[in-house]
């Protein structure tokens, strides 16, 4: 598997990023969808609950639950592009049920 060459566009961070972290960023960048970040907050807020045996600091519990709750509402929220390509899909079932129909195209 070759490696992922980074974008040619820069970035607003890219003068403050290491050298070794500005390869990683310019990959992150690449990855659609939030599905790693909820799985890893799922996987902290288990871990949070099993390495204090129950004795959980509940404004940290709240704050973890509430960061997960939005990360799954992000994650359910169309895209720009989602949202375009929607559109299309609903535009053109609304076209080819007007032909059906035999309502004409104005």
């Known amino acids: 598997m070759s490696p992922i060459e980074p974008p040619t566009r820069s970035s607003f961070y890219d003068s403050v990023l290491e050298a070794a972290d500005r ?8 990855v659609e969808g939030l599905d ?3 799985a890893l907050l799922r996987m902290q ?10 004795d959980v600091d ?3 519990l709240q704050s ?28 053109n079932v609304l076209e080819e049920f007007g032909e059906v129909l035999g309502v004409a195209r104005e």
Do not use: W
């Not at 807020?45 to 129950?54: F, I, N, P, S, T």
């Not at 639950?65 to 989602?82: D, F, G, N, W, Y």
């Open 36 to 38: 790693d970040e909820v």
């Open 64 to 91: 973890g639950v509430r960061l997960l709750v939005q990360a799954l509402l992000a994650q359910h929220r169309l895209s720009p592009k989602q949202a375009d390509h929607l559109g299309d899909a609903v535009a």
């Open 45 to 54: 807020l288990r871990r949070a609950l099993a390495d204090r045996d129950g």
């Open 23 to 30: 390869h990683d960023f310019h990959v992150a960048r690449e």
């Open 58 to 60: 509940p404004k940290v």
